[in-house]
């Protein structure tokens, strides 16, 4: 179960959401929002995000993108290593 703060707020479902809205953002056109995406991500620390952020590594256009989700990808694995 996750843990339950105020009205009945479940954290794992926020953090599962906030994760997929993310996600979704990562095939924007603008950088900055696909950059700031990525940030967001690596905070969560979400192993669901891995998959994802593999593909931007390996597809996106902009050079930036690319090292920023492969920095996420992999503070995200060591993350959940522990």
Do not use: C, W
């Amino acid at each position: 179960m996750g843990t339950f703060i105020g009205e009945g707020i479940d954290l794992v479902s926020v953090n599962k959401k906030l994760v997929a809205y993310h996600i979704g953002r990562l095939k924007d056109k603008n950088v900055s929002v696909r950059l700031k995406s990525i940030l967001e991500l690596k905070e969560l620390g979400d192993p669901d995000a891995l998959t994802a952020l593999q593909e931007v590594y390996k597809g996106d256009i902009d050079a930036e993108v690319r090292k920023a989700a492969q920095e996420a990808g992999r503070a995200i694995f060591l993350k959940n290593q522990k």
